[in-house]
């Protein structure tokens, strides 16, 4: 069953998605530099190994969060059009939440969070 939601609830929860995956994108800039910074301090085969792991998993993160913010752009258009087609009361008009976007969001999150508890945890090991 879909969640109903009011078009400004859709929207505040699309911004905040947005600011979300964009500090994501921008942390992860940051954790690829200090990645760098340990791969040219290190030769050691198991620090390299875990280097080009976290690496691989920063690349597809961003992959990741590229797709859904199309996915969220695509909502927020849809929210657009629901507005222009009645502007008369879009604060009180609700239309269907995207729950598989919600799911995703929330899948996006939790992995996120493991995979930087990891990565910090080996920061702490290598440095």
């Known amino acids: ?41 290190n030769s050691k085969t198991e620090v390299l190994a875990l280097a080009e792991h976290f690496q691989n998993q920063f690349i597809r993160h961003d992959e990741v969060i590229d797709t859904l913010l199309h996915d969220i752009n695509e909502e927020e258009h849809k929210i657009v059009l629901m507005a222009k087609d009645n502007n008369v009361a879009t604060d009180h008009r609700k239309a269907d939440e995207n729950e598989k976007l919600v799911d995703r969001m929330q899948i996006f999150d939790k992995i996120y969070k493991g995979l930087k508890n990891e990565y910090l945890e080996y920061l702490t090991k290598v440095m």
Do not use: A, P
């Not at 994501?24 to 340990?38: A, F, G, H, Q, W």
């Open 1 to 41: 069953m879909e969640n109903q939601k009011y078009l400004s609830e859709l929207h505040k929860e699309h911004i905040e998605w947005r600011n979300q995956l964009n500090f994501v994108k921008d942390e992860i800039k940051t954790y690829k530099n200090r990645l760098s910074d340990v791969v040219s301090k």
